[in-house]
């Protein structure tokens, strides 16, 4: 079955500017999630997402938003983009996602955001 | 929240030597995975350990979780210019419904 895909690949933007990212998961995973990876950070979890609902958020302000959709897509906001924005960004999709349960992370091949 | 400190952050070997890396917390963990991510890659899940003192092997590595469930370590035997890559010990648990990852370390192999 097709692996998770992530919307763009790459992708250039100013800042100030805001940028959508996409993942659509697995069929049949409901549970998504993303992170942040950075050289000097590592991943650091932005948010999940499960039926459409957040159901656990990471450090990062506000303009860090996202929301899934009935079809499990989900997508991320960055709004006022700055310089540290730049990163790659993952997408994970999984059954039912973490918690005292055990699933297997599939990620995207992420989205690489440069921001000038 | 669950945090897992990993170690060494880079490891440069000759190809055939053995790797090995840690993954340390100062809480118990309920679970630990291992993902490896290539250059220019994404993170590829390798396996999950759940019970103390367990071990499990895939081929040329052997994945080992604490007793007291505080340390997890992977261990690569005669390692390949394929075994390229950054290894990540990652940790869920409760009902925070996140993975948490280590830093990862940076292995490389010279041929």
């Known amino acids: 079955k097709a692996g998770v895909t992530q919307t763009p690949r790459y992708l250039i933007k100013t800042r100030g500017q805001q940028v959508t990212l996409s993942c659509s998961p697995i069929?049949?995973?409901?549970?998504v999630s993303w992170y942040q990876q950075t050289p000097g950070q590592g991943l650091q979890f932005l948010f999940e997402y499960f039926s459409e609902t957040q159901r656990n958020k990471g450090n990062f302000p506000g303009r860090f938003s996202g929301r899934q959709f009935s079809n499990s897509r989900s997508e991320m906001n960055v709004s006022t983009l700055e310089l540290g924005d730049s990163a790659l960004y993952l997408c994970?999709?999984?059954?039912?996602?973490w918690g005292r349960g055990l699933t297997e992370a599939f990620f995207g091949q992420g989205t690489r955001l440069t921001v000038v | 929240g669950q945090q897992v400190m990993q170690i060494p952050q880079y490891q440069h070997v000759q190809e055939g030597e053995d790797f090995t890396t840690y993954c340390n917390s100062s809480?118990?963990?309920?679970?630990i995975q291992w993902y490896k991510q290539r250059p220019g890659g994404h993170p590829v899940f390798l396996i999950q350990l759940v019970k103390s003192g367990e071990v499990k092997k895939q081929k040329r590595l052997t994945f080992q979780f604490g007793e007291a469930k505080k340390n997890s370590s992977l261990h690569i035997t005669a390692t390949q210019t394929t075994d390229v890559g950054t290894y990540f010990c990652?940790?869920?648990?409760?009902?925070?419904?996140?993975?948490?990852f280590g830093k990862g370390t940076l292995l490389t192999v010279n041929p």
């Open positions: 990652a940790c869920s648990g409760g009902s925070n419904y996140k993975l948490t």
């Open positions: 994970a999709s999984s059954l039912v996602g």
């Open positions: 069929s049949g995973h409901r549970s």
């Open positions: 809480t118990t963990l309920s679970n």
